[in-house]
């Protein structure tokens, strides 16, 4: 059974750091490409950042809102992708679900809330 | 960024009635490849999402064929064949032609 389990979330203040952890079981995790996608108060979806596998160099991509204050990487031998954030934002507040593949399977998602 | 806009915003059915939802694109989503990666979506309520169908048309195999995706560059459709209870949430598109991935704000389905 493919299972994706986040963790890591909470209350933050702006300008503060989290790093949210997604470990996965069920499927050859090395093989897939990992994102983080976040939906909103509001319930809009957002892509957020992708990592590839290892065959792709684990290239990283990110939206443009996020772009040089979240990180995000891998552990393929814990099976695991993680998402530092840093320098957060009252606007980063969301859901957050990792999701691999062509977004085949959500975890059930961890919530972010930033406020001061 | 590809804009994805779904209509209507949400629907009431009986059940056993039909549904239709449409989502069009800013731009074609035909790739390169041949291929072009629509994709639909439902989020039940309290619930993550789960994929319904890939490639415009293409069910999951876990997915009922009540369900059906039909469309072609900028204009594509979700149909329900006959609404049953556990097709109630919101259904969302989202494009995996263009970089970056892009949703559409979702259409809720509420059974009568």
């Known amino acids: 059974e493919v299972q994706l389990v986040e963790t890591g979330g909470g209350l933050m203040q702006p300008g503060k750091s989290l790093k949210l952890t997604c470990a996965t079981s069920?499927?050859?995790?090395?093989?897939?490409?990992m994102h983080w996608v976040r939906q909103s108060p509001e319930k809009q979806l957002e892509w957020v950042a992708q990592i590839k596998a290892k065959s792709n160099n684990y290239a990283t991509y990110y939206a443009e809102s996020v772009k040089g204050r979240f990180t995000i990487s891998r552990d393929d031998s814990k099976s695991s992708v993680y998402l530092q954030m840093n320098s957060l934002k009252e606007e980063d507040t969301a859901i957050y679900y990792c999701?691999?593949?062509?977004?085949?399977?959500w975890g059930q998602g961890v919530m972010v809330t930033v406020s001061s | 960024d590809v804009v994805m806009t779904q209509t209507p915003v949400s629907l009431s059915l009986a059940i056993g009635q039909p549904a239709s939802i449409s989502c069009k694109s800013s731009q074609s989503l035909l790739g390169t490849s041949g291929k072009t990666f629509l994709n639909w979506i439902l989020q039940r309520p309290g619930q993550s999402p789960k994929r319904l169908i890939y490639?415009?048309?293409k069910l999951y195999s876990e997915v009922p064929d009540r369900f059906s995706g039909s469309g072609s560059e900028t204009e594509f459709t979700l149909k329900i064949s006959r609404v049953e209870a556990e097709d109630l949430g919101v259904y969302y598109c989202w494009q995996g032609t263009h970089f970056p991935l892009t949703f559409g704000s979702g259409t809720k389905l509420e059974i009568k």
């Open positions: 069920g499927f050859t995790f090395s093989n897939v490409w």
């Open positions: 490639q415009v048309s």
């Open positions: 999701t691999w593949g062509a977004l085949d399977y």
